[in-house]
């Protein structure tokens, strides 16, 4: 992930310890897929919710953390939250996924920052999607998704260099159920085998289509096929009767934001931020 500048959290004043807050109570429920439903409660009442889901590596993803207010009390209690998970399974390593906000009060207290993320959402409507439908440029051709053993590495393949084993790590997630099933019958690649230029999974994520990951092969780029290959999974997951997508974009990726507003994806809540959060003991390289 590409780190970005945390120079204008200087003078963020620092968020009290968790160690301090003994007037919290946590509440921990299984809610699916290995994640947690983490709830915070002070004189019975809820004060702070999220979910929390420990990867294969031991590192803590924790996201859709609830209230997202303007606040260094809310930070405070994300923070909580990284103590109790830390200190109840040994594991010191956490990534959150807050608003971008509360960013200045994560620095404080020794998080660093990995990215910033734009959640988007589009209504399904295939009228509007035939619109922006166009035919695939050159001699590739739509087939499903291959799925099988061997189809990781030629999906990493479509990425530049500096990006195919990031790329590599999310396209097993992927497969391997991490954002929720694939919907098979909109995600699609152009061109089999070798000849394999662009590609797109969408999964159900808790109940709602994502985007999961979307790769033009380097060569092929600014020609069209990209938007063609996501048009036309669109019109399919609606074909199939889901009603709206979702996707998490790079804030840095202009690129792919002007590619997903062309087609009106629109801005879903606010700015996201990555932090990756050591707790005690620092065990070692950063997570992907």
């Known amino acids: ?17 968790a160690s301090a807050r003994t007037d919290l109570t946590f509440t921990r429920a299984a809610h699916g897929d290995g994640t947690e439903r983490v709830l915070l409660r002070r004189d019975g009442r809820t004060v702070f919710s999220c979910l929390a889901t ?4 031991s590192t ?20 909580a939250v990284c103590d109790h998970l830390a200190a109840d399974s040994g594991s010191t390593d956490v990534v959150t996924i807050s608003p971008e906000f509360w960013g200045p009060q994560l620095a404080a207290s020794g998080a660093r920052p990995l990215q910033r993320i734009i959640p988007m959402r589009l209504p ?18 739509l087939v499903p998704l291959d799925m099988s053993d061997g189809a ?21 997630e992927t497969l391997d159920g991490v954002y929720g099933p694939v919907i ?7 061109g089999p085998g070798a000849e394999l230029t662009a590609a797109i999974a969408i999964t159900e994520y808790r109940g709602k289509p994502l985007i999961a990951h979307l790769v033009t092969a ?16 669109l019109r399919r997951l609606s074909c199939s009767g889901y009603v709206e997508c979702h996707l998490n974009v790079v804030a840095d990726n202009w690129i792919a934001r002007r590619l997903y507003r062309s087609i009106g994806f629109i801005q879903a809540g606010p700015e996201l931020l990555a932090s990756w959060v050591s707790r005690g003991k620092v065990s070692g390289d950063e997570p992907r």
């Not at 399904?124 to 051709?141: K, N, Q, T, W």
């Open 1 to 17: 992930m590409t780190l970005i500048d945390a120079g204008r959290t200087e003078q963020a004043e620092a968020v009290p310890a």
């Open 54 to 57: 420990r990867r294969h590596d």
């Open 60 to 79: 803590w993803f924790v996201t859709e953390c609830l209230p997202r207010r303007r606040d260094a009390k809310s930070a405070a209690l994300l923070l």
């Open 124 to 141: 399904l409507d295939e009228d509007l999607l035939l619109l922006h439908g166009r035919a695939l440029p050159g001699p590739g051709r």
């Open 152 to 172: 990781l590495a030629r999906l990493a393949q479509l990425s530049a260099d500096d990006q195919r084993e990031g790329d590599l790590i999310v396209w097993q």
């Open 184 to 190: 098979a019958e909109a995600s699609l690649q152009v």
């Open 218 to 233: 380097a060569a092929e780029r600014g020609g069209g096929l990209g938007k063609a290959l996501l048009v036309e999974s």
